[in-house]
């Protein structure tokens, strides 16, 4: 059962598959695992209900399943930030991922969620910014269906700044999941 603090962005997220699923089916396109994974990104995460909600699944592995996890999330820092501040992907799968397989899948982040699709995202009183979809895709010979991302950010902003209140915080948090998972 998802815990009450959890509702909304859980409600959230159902609403983001939903949608990426429907848009994948027009192009069409099955992400079935490509050999430039989108688990080797690097990906960072700005809310703390996010980071809550993985840990909240993280925490319900076994004790092996979660040791397995942290030693690689400890792995994939030390060598994502430990040599310079110029941070850049260094193509390592995500500590989460196992065989290919996301072993927090119902917790996974939003950016997990919508990344592959081309989309647009607007901010008021600007053009929408266009993105690309994955090289897997080939989206670049076929037309565009429409995705924008703004409705989906803007919800997301609303259950993260409930969250900071209910939760006393205040500061920025710009993470990935293995930092997630280690700091939590
Ligand atoms: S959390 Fe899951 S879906 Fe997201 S990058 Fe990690 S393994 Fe992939």
Redesign the pocket.
């Known amino acids: 059962m998802i815990p009450q603090t959890f509702k909304s962005l859980a409600a959230l997220y159902k609403a983001m598959d939903k949608t990426w699923n429907k848009i994948a089916a027009r192009y069409p396109f099955k992400c079935s695992g490509c050999k430039d994974?989108?688990?080797k990104?690097l990906?960072f995460h700005y809310t703390y209900i996010e980071k809550a909600y993985?840990t909240h699944g993280f925490n319900a592995l076994d004790q092996a399943g979660k040791e397995k996890i942290l030693t690689r999330a400890k792995n994939y820092c030390e060598k994502t930030f430990a040599k310079t501040p110029d941070v850049k992907s260094l193509k390592i799968?995500?500590?989460?991922?196992e065989n290919g397989?996301?072993?927090?899948?119902p917790?996974?982040?939003m950016?997990?969620?919508l990344h592959g699709l081309p989309h647009e995202l607007s901010r008021p009183g600007l053009s929408p910014v266009m993105s690309r979809g994955c090289d897997a895709g080939l989206f670049d010979d076929k037309s565009y269906v429409k995705f924008d991302r703004t409705p989906f950010y803007q919800q997301m902003a609303q259950i993260e700044i409930a969250f900071r209140q209910g939760h006393d915080k205040t500061d920025r948090i710009k993470e990935t999941?293995a930092q997630m998972l280690i700091s939590q």
């Open positions: 994974n989108c688990c990104s990906f993985l799968f995500c500590p989460v991922n397989r996301c072993l927090l899948y917790f996974r982040p950016i997990c969620r999941v």
